[in-house]
């Protein structure tokens, strides 16, 4: 089981960190991605990280302002938002799948098997 937390309302240029913690599995050897949905748009990958080696994937919009990690003490993976943007508005989702992803598959959706619950962001003055 996969929860997320750390959603809200933050002005534009602000931060926030989600955590995505599992329950019931040990994320050692695991992709965990963020995904993201705005009001009338598809899901879109934001970023992925391979538990087991720490390889990062992100999507371009995100790339310089959002950091993914992984506390293996918690069992928690965390997105970091700097700089949050109107556009960053949506309802953000984890997802895990046993083993790696790579450049290739990170952002497709497809390839998760389990998902959290979202959590929303809204970024607005």
């Known amino acids: 089981q996969l929860v997320e937390s750390g959603g809200g309302l933050v002005q534009p240029g602000g931060s926030l960190r989600f955590a995505c913690a599992a329950s019931g599995i040990t994320l050692g050897y695991y992709a965990i991605g963020w995904f993201r949905q705005a009001p009338g748009k598809e899901r879109e990958g934001v970023s992925e990280i391979n538990t087991s080696d720490g390889d990062t994937f992100y999507g371009d919009s995100v790339k310089g302002r959002f950091t993914v990690s992984f506390d293996k003490s918690k069992n928690t993976v965390y997105l970091q938002m700097n700089g949050l943007k109107p556009e960053d508005t949506g309802v953000y989702y984890c997802?895990?799948?046993?083993?790696?992803?790579?450049?290739?598959?990170?952002?497709?959706?497809?390839?998760?098997?389990?998902w959290g619950q979202g959590t929303l962001v809204t970024v607005s003055s």
């Open positions: 997802g895990s799948m046993s083993g790696v992803l790579d450049g290739s598959n990170w952002n497709s959706e497809f390839e998760y098997d389990f």
